[in-house]
């Protein structure tokens, strides 16, 4: 089976992670806002996206290509400061069609915020997040950032990817 990579980054965390799983399985990547990113071409995907503001920044380029990707086989990674679990499940259910959730397998990966680097709004957005923030170590990280890429952590998507890519697909009759 072919497959390829296509994902959506605002910072960059999203992007390099791309690019790693792109380097460990030979997958072609694209970005998801290039005109060129056809997923019809590919018999399974490998999508990637930040969560920003508690949704999958990809959701919208999803629900466009729904029909496009509907049958084909779907490992989904997110890029985030939360760890995998019911926060972040809850986000994606918010994000994305729930038949489009139940085929597909998800990889949490943990991303990169420097608040220096981001944007205005969302710099502010996560001043008044980390004030209203319960939680201390999250209010923390939301106030001064944090850094858990890992290229290790790709580990997951690389051998789901690699169970694809030796499946042979049936000739055609």
């Not at 390829?4 to 960059?12: E, L, M, N, T």
């Not at 999203?14 to 990547?29: E, K």
């Not at 989904?76 to 489009?100: C, E, H, N, R």
């Amino acid at each position: 089976m072919n497959g390829a990579i296509f994902f959506s980054s605002r910072y960059g965390s999203t992007a390099q992670y791309a690019g790693w799983i792109s380097d460990a399985t030979a997958l072609p990547v694209f970005d998801v806002n290039d005109a060129n990113a056809d997923p019809t071409y590919y018999d399974f995907l490998v999508l990637g996206s930040p969560v920003i503001y508690h949704k999958l920044l990809i959701h919208k380029w999803v629900k466009r290509n729904l029909i496009r990707i509907k049958a084909k086989p779907i490992i989904m990674f997110t890029v985030s400061g939360a760890p995998a679990g019911q926060k972040l499940d809850g986000w994606i259910a918010a994000s994305l069609p729930g038949d489009f959730i139940a085929r597909m397998t998800h990889v949490a990966l943990r991303g990169r915020q420097n608040p220096k680097d981001l944007h205005f709004y969302d710099r502010m957005m996560l001043i008044i997040g980390g004030l209203i923030n319960p939680d201390p170590v999250a209010r923390r990280e939301e106030m001064e950032g944090f850094d858990f890429m890992d290229k290790a952590s790709i580990a997951p998507v690389v051998k789901l990817v690699q169970q694809f890519q030796s499946t042979e697909q049936d000739p055609p009759t």
